[in-house]
């Protein structure tokens, strides 16, 4: 089964740090795209950042880039998130999401791409 | 950065009854690229449209997506009391953004 479980959260004080870990089971985390995704309370869903399958690189929204790293360890099958200089606008629940591939002829290219899989989310508050 | 608006902001509705929601995008979007989202409340995000018209493993066929260039349309026929929850449109160019999202509620 399919299982992704962030940990890490809690609460920091503006300008703070927290890391937040994203332990897969069920499939090799390496082999997809995996996305950090924020939703503040009463808000809607935000994307944060994505470790990309191919390149291995780190993509972030304008939000948080300069100050969010994501990174992985294969060994662990785990994806991290640093966050540093942490405002209170970063407060959210923090899910980690997997990018499922679909190989649909209709589809660009014959791939669909949709967030097929989805942890339970790690609550981060920021405040003094 | 390609902009998602979803409208209604609520839609109110009883069960049985056949739900129509609306994502507009500030550029055109690839069909293979515009997805849509179940999310309870306490619970994570929950994918059930991908490519604009595919339902994602597991998701009924009460459920069924349209749509091309800037207007898609999430679809649910007869309401079941499951269904009343927030629903949210996503597309991936460079990134991801999503629609600020539909609450569907009981009327």
């Known amino acids: 089964e399919v299982q992704l479980v962030e940990s890490g959260g809690g609460l920091v004080k503006p300008g703070g740090s927290l890391r937040l870990s994203c332990a897969a089971s069920?499939?090799?985390?390496?082999?997809?795209?995996i996305n950090w995704v924020r939703q503040a309370p009463g808000k809607g869903l935000e994307w944060v950042s994505s470790m990309r399958v191919r390149s291995g690189d780190g993509d972030y929204a304008d939000s948080v880039k300069g100050r969010f790293t994501i990174s992985r360890d294969n060994a662990k099958n785990s994806l991290y998130l640093q966050m540093d200089s942490l405002r209170a606008e970063d407060t959210a629940v923090y899910y980690c999401?997997?990018?499922?591939?679909?190989?649909?002829?209709?589809?660009?290219?014959?791939?669909?791409?949709?967030?097929?899989?989805w942890g339970p989310g790690t609550l981060v508050t920021v405040s003094s | 950065e390609i902009v998602l608006t979803q409208s209604p902001g609520t839609l109110s509705l009883s069960p049985g009854e056949r739900a129509t929601l609306s994502c507009t995008a500030s550029q055109s979007v690839l069909t293979s690229h515009l997805a849509w989202y179940q999310q309870k409340p306490g619970q994570a995000p929950r994918l059930l449209i991908f490519g604009t018209s595919y339902r994602a493993p597991g998701i009924s066929d009460r459920f069924s997506g349209s749509g091309s260039g800037t207007d898609f349309t999430l679809t649910i026929s007869r309401l079941e009391p499951e269904d009343f929850a927030f629903y949210y449109c996503q597309q991936y160019d460079n990134s991801y953004t999503f629609g600020q999202g539909t609450k569907l509620e009981i009327k």
């Open positions: 069920g499939f090799t985390l390496s082999s997809y795209t």
């Open positions: 999401a997997r990018e499922g591939v679909y190989f649909y002829i209709n589809c660009a290219g014959g791939v669909c791409y949709g967030l097929d899989s």
